[in-house]
């Protein structure tokens, strides 16, 4: 007689719920806003009850710092392996450019452009929590930017050049269609060729 397999420990189902919540949370903001997402809808998505939610968090606005959490978690070891290479600081660029392309573009990555279009539906105590892993991954960028700028590439190497850069890249999310025109390669090439000398 064979023997069942084993059960996932609670802790696991619990996390795995979790983690369903705060994807299809992502989904939800990206297409109707914060907003416009009710915790009914998010649980619906889910196949929860309507209260559900709220045994994993305290709020939908603590939902929405998880999804940004999650997309920033998520971009973060990519783009720190990319500025700790011994790549040359043009490659270096379009190396973490396409990185960011595909955490902000790459199919079900919901979670950074809901960072960029509803981060001011966080209270301050949120923003602060979340502000924590956005430094570090605007810092990757800053130390890009400084290393363009002494070799020549760009002008400036100052919190302007990296706010521009990125603020265009991140634009993307309003144009980019997924299999017409360029692909993230293309992208990531003809943003170097755009910003750099």
Request: proline fraction near 5%; hydrophobic fraction near 45%.
């Amino acid at each position: 007689m064979s023997k069942a397999a084993p059960s996932a420990p609670p802790g696991a189902i619990d996390n795995n719920r979790r983690a369903d919540l705060v994807r299809v949370s992502a989904r939800l903001f990206r297409e109707r806003g914060f907003d416009g997402t009710t915790i009914r809808d998010i649980a619906d998505a889910v196949g929860m009850r309507s209260g559900s939610p709220f045994y994993h968090f305290k709020s939908k606005q603590e939902i929405l710092a998880a999804v940004m959490e999650e997309g920033l978690t998520a971009g973060l070891p990519a783009a720190e392996a990319i500025v700790a290479s011994d790549l040359p600081p043009r490659a270096k660029f379009e190396a973490l450019v396409r990185a960011h392309l595909e955490t902000v573009l790459g199919a079900g990555h919901d979670f950074i452009p809901v960072l960029l279009y509803d981060w001011r539906c966080l209270t301050p105590e949120l923003q602060e929590r979340v502000k924590i892993l956005r430094d570090r991954y605007d810092q990757l960028w800053q130390d890009v930017v400084t290393e363009l700028h002494r070799a020549g590439l760009i002008a400036s190497d100052g919190t302007v050049a990296r706010l521009l850069l990125m603020g265009a890249i991140n634009y993307s999310v309003l144009w980019y269609k997924d299999g017409q025109g360029a692909d993230l390669d293309q992208l990531a090439s003809e943003a170097a060729a755009l910003f750099l000398r």
